[in-house]
């Protein structure tokens, strides 16, 4: 079978074919001596489970047979890291059987007891949200053949039910200063790994065409870098004695990203790129360069379950100056920095470091990707934050601050809200690499400064809404004539107008004579009487007008907003702007204990009207 590199097959590029003969090798492996399953995932990673390890030897036949249909090639769980998961599980499982003053010696004497005991011992132990997904990956295998043959009726109806799902805490990001300093650092950091292999390079480049130009250190230095970079091996340092490691890791430096680079070169890429830290891990060193202002890398997103891995993504390069600010830019020059390395290492993906071993290994060899193994390969985030002395802003005074708890989770969840708000938290324009439900609830949901944000935001347009509602009610009292309500607030002192006719909730002074029209008013709302010069307000209106305006926040949640401000936003205005304040805290307080329950509002519309 040929294939040129981990997920090479994709729309218009035919599967690679078994050449003549091949026999796939077998999942199962049992002998005398021991049981193994061996794994194959779509991520390229391989592994022996030894099912002859656990206790309760009547299960082992069993357990293998349906794990491996889990992990097979048609099962759930296709990538290494899941596959251990799963393993993790069963473990704890069969271990906690066999530990039993009775265990069940083979699946057919498993009980539903057995299992909801197993599960609650795992809520005790690690949490619900952890004994959950604990128990998910045991579910998943004893509900696959031949353990769903096996097992009692009882223990598959306790499988069968809705398991409760618990929501694991929301990854919060980081604040403003706490994403300016560590942006800051880790692209001062890049951009010195950079220079550094860029003036190793010049050298190998100097010592090919003006060798004679050389002269003294320079010259040794130069000859070094050119024999590294012809074989790959970084000569040993007899005469340094303890600080041998530390000075062959200056020389590889010079020509090759070192283990210490991985921790900037992982942190500024995903601040650039914003993408899972899985998806960095595996960036492909194949790409396209579209007319020089793009690049297409095809990416790996493991989230998307099987079958759905691969998402081509189109990065911006930018000009040469803006290569640290752009995804494309930083991807060429990564690219660029360790593609000396990959002839070497002979890596697939971006990434070749050079290792500094204490024993072993040595020339070639120390040239390796380090995450090809396993994706969870330690990078010293911590210590790397702690060198640059980060700290976060939980306290005012930056002496007592805590050190900065540097997460490529959380970078991530910080360029989603970022993004969020520079589109004005338009989620369709947000969601890049997620849904708009992936984005709001693993990345919005419950983090502060998009909460803060959100709530900034909600006040300014609930001002806004207010401001045009008040204005629409002026507009509409000027025109018939009038700077404002007429208000009665002392109830010992009769109004004027003896003609005035009560309302709904207001009295009008002459409805014979609207004093826009000049005509009997017929056809005009009761909500319309707010904004009149006719308009007449006494303390008997007022437990009328506080049970209206209960009505009409309990509206807010028919309505939607816009329908809402349109249909009764001048008369809240103008209730709350021009009416309430003219009345005494005593006068309200008597007319809210005195308010009807029917504010009559239904009546007052027309049916069609209603929400």
């Known amino acids: 079978m040929t294939v040129t590199g981990r997920g090479s097959t994709h729309r218009g590029l035919p599967a690679a074919v078994p050449s003549h003969g091949y026999e796939p090798p077998a999942e199962i492996v049992e002998s005398s001596a021991e049981l193994v399953v061996r794994f194959a995932g779509e991520d390229g990673r391989t592994r022996a489970f030894s099912v002859g390890g656990l206790p309760l030897p009547g299960w082992h036949r069993s357990l293998a047979s349906a794990f491996t249909v889990v992990v097979g090639p048609t099962g759930p769980r296709r990538t290494l890291a899941s596959a ?148 790959g091996r970084v000569p040993r340092i007899p005469h340094a004695g303890r600080g041998e490691r530390a000075a062959r890791c200056v020389l590889a430096g010079r020509l090759f990203v070192t283990a210490a680079d991985q921790a900037p070169l992982l ?206 009610h002026r507009q509409a009292l000027q025109q018939t004539g009038a700077m404002g309500l007429r208000i009665n607030s002392k109830p010992d002192v009769t109004d004027a107008s003896g003609n005035a006719c009560d309302g709904a909730w207001t009295a009008c002074a002459d409805p014979e004579q609207h004093p826009a029209t000049g005509r009997p008013c017929r056809r005009v709302s009761f909500l319309d009487c707010f904004h009149c010069g006719n308009c007449l307000v006494t303390p008997d209106h007022l437990p009328a007008i506080l049970a209206l305006l209960d009505v009409l926040s309990d509206r807010r949640a028919e309505l939607g907003q816009a329908d809402w401000w349109a249909r009764y936003g001048p008369a809240w205005a103008a209730i709350r702007h021009d009416v309430l304040p003219r009345f005494t805290p005593a006068q309200l307080q008597a007319a809210a204990a005195a308010r009807p329950a029917d504010a009559l509002l239904d009546l007052a519309e027309n049916p069609w009207e209603r929400p």
Not at 100 to 118: E, I, M, N, R, Y
Not at 125 to 136: D, I, L, R, W
Not at 317 to 338: N, Q, V
């Open 84 to 231: 251990n998961s799963v393993w993790a599980a069963l473990k704890r499982f069969v271990r906690f059987l066999a530990a039993l003053p009775s265990p069940p010696a083979a699946p057919q004497q498993l009980t539903a007891a057995h299992v909801d005991a197993f599960l609650r011992t795992r809520i005790r132990a690690v949490g619900a949200a952890s004994a959950s997904t604990e128990f998910s990956a045991v579910r998943v295998t004893l509900r696959r053949a031949p353990l769903c043959d096996q097992v009692p009726a009882d223990v598959a109806d306790y499988l069968a039910r809705r398991q409760a799902k618990y929501k694991q805490p929301v990854t919060v990001g980081y604040s403003a200063g706490e994403w300016m300093r560590l942006s800051s650092v880790a692209r001062a950091d890049v951009a010195a790994v950079r220079d550094r292999i860029t003036a190793g390079d010049h050298l190998v480049e100097a010592w090919s065409t003006n060798r004679a130009l050389l002269t003294g250190q320079d010259a040794v230095v130069a000859d070094q870098c050119v024999r590294m970079a012809s074989t």
């Open 267 to 472: 942190v500024l890429l995903a601040a650039v790129t914003g993408r899972n830290p899985e998806t960095l891990k595996e960036l492909p060193a194949e790409h396209r360069i579209l007319d020089g202002a793009a690049v297409e890398v095809r990416l790996v997103k493991r989230r998307r379950g099987p079958h759905r891995w691969f998402d081509t993504a189109t990065w911006e390069i930018g000009p040469p100056h803006r290569e640290l600010h752009t995804p494309g830019g930083l991807y060429l020059l990564l690219h660029r920095l360790m593609a000396r390395g990959r002839t070497f290492s002979g890596s697939q993906t971006i990434w070749s470091v050079w290792r500094n071993p204490r024993h072993g290994l040595g020339g070639p060899d120390e040239h390796h990707d380090p995450f090809a193994a396993h994706l969870a390969a330690a990078v010293n985030l911590t210590g790397w934050a702690r060198g640059h002395d980060l700290r976060a802003d939980l306290s005012s005074d930056p002496e007592f601050a805590e050190p900065l708890q540097v997460r490529l989770n959380r970078i991530r969840t910080t360029v989603e809200v970022r993004r969020t708000q520079l589109v004005g938290g338009h989620l369709p324009s947000a969601a890049r690499s997620n849904t708009m439900n992936v984005l709001f609830a693993n990345y919005l949901r419950g983090d502060p400064t998009a909460q803060a944000w959100a709530e900034e935001v909600v006040s300014e347009a609930l001002i806004d809404a207010e401001q045009a509602a008040l204005s629409t």
